[in-house]
């Protein structure tokens, strides 16, 4: 057997098996990117139209992973959604507020994270998103309006003091700006929600990073940067998948060419 026949056989091999590379993925990771909602507390489990929804999430009207209802609660202060008041240290200013609304209505109503969802353990909710890009005029404005707004603490996540019912400062917590606490925009973004979001290079229109609001009569913007990043991911599993089945026939290659 010549050498040219050895070496076809094996790229043949390659072909057949290729695909099989291509789709095999991390046991638990999410297969669909595009359009989906999270298995979380109050989300739909499809998005769809919802011509009702309130203020600040109108913008996903069109397709959307939460109710009216939703979209009317989470407005609230504090929201019976989850019982969290934002004005755990006295009144925020209604400008800092707006950004924790669009903040909200992002998590609940956006079906355009799917690149970044997760999968959690906690009673409340079954995924997340992880380290979703924000633009960076967003997190910029949201730290500029809230920054002589007063908190008590550096990640809203956990460490509270639920015993009333709602979130309260813990013992020893001591109530500062939130310039103190978040000293930076990427400290303030990455940090509140237990990186929730990342601070991007990128700016609003790159097509590269995610708006935490957005006109909707311009469409929705963060359709095309879920994309880029789904298709991104796809590749990239892809190139895995082939360099993994290339080393697994590397023996085989050795014993065609030695016979």
């Not at 996903?60 to 019976?80: I, V, Y």
């Not at 800092?96 to 609940?108: A, G, V, W």
């Not at 639920?162 to 973004?189: D, M, V």
């Not at 229109?205 to 991911?233: H, K, T």
Request: charged share 20%; glycine share 6%.
């Amino acid at each position: 057997m010549n050498m040219a026949w050895q070496v076809t056989q094996l790229l043949l091999l390659v072909s057949v098996a290729t695909p099989w590379g291509a789709q095999s993925r991390t046991p638990g990771a999410r297969r669909d990117l595009l359009n989906v909602c999270m298995d979380a507390k109050h989300h739909k489990t499809k998005p769809g139209p919802e011509d009702k929804l309130h203020d600040q999430c109108t913008p996903w009207r069109k397709n959307a992973c939460c109710s009216h209802n939703t979209s009317q609660e989470l407005h609230k202060d504090p929201s019976l959604l989850y019982n969290f008041n934002l004005d755990h240290c006295g009144k925020i200013e209604p400008a800092c507020k707006r950004h924790f609304i669009q903040d909200n209505c992002l998590y609940e109503c956006s079906p355009n994270l799917g690149p970044w969802i997760q999968e959690v353990n906690q009673s409340w909710r079954k995924e997340r998103f992880l380290d979703v890009p924000l633009c960076k005029e967003d997190c910029q404005q949201w730290w500029e309006d809230c920054r002589t707004s007063y908190t008590c603490k550096s990640n809203w996540h956990k460490g509270w003091d639920w015993s009333s019912g709602s979130n309260k400062c813990p013992a020893g917590a001591t109530c500062r700006t939130f310039e103190t606490y978040f000293p930076t925009p990427a400290a303030l973004c990455e940090g509140i929600w237990s990186h929730s979001y990342k601070l991007s290079n990128y700016n609003r229109g790159s097509g590269r990073c995610i708006q935490m609001w957005f006109d909707p009569a311009q469409g929705n913007p963060n359709e095309e940067v879920a994309r880029f990043y789904a298709l991104a991911m796809s590749a990239g599993a892809m190139s895995h998948g082939i360099g993994l089945l290339l080393l697994s026939l590397v023996p085989m290659l050795h014993l065609w060419l030695l016979s």
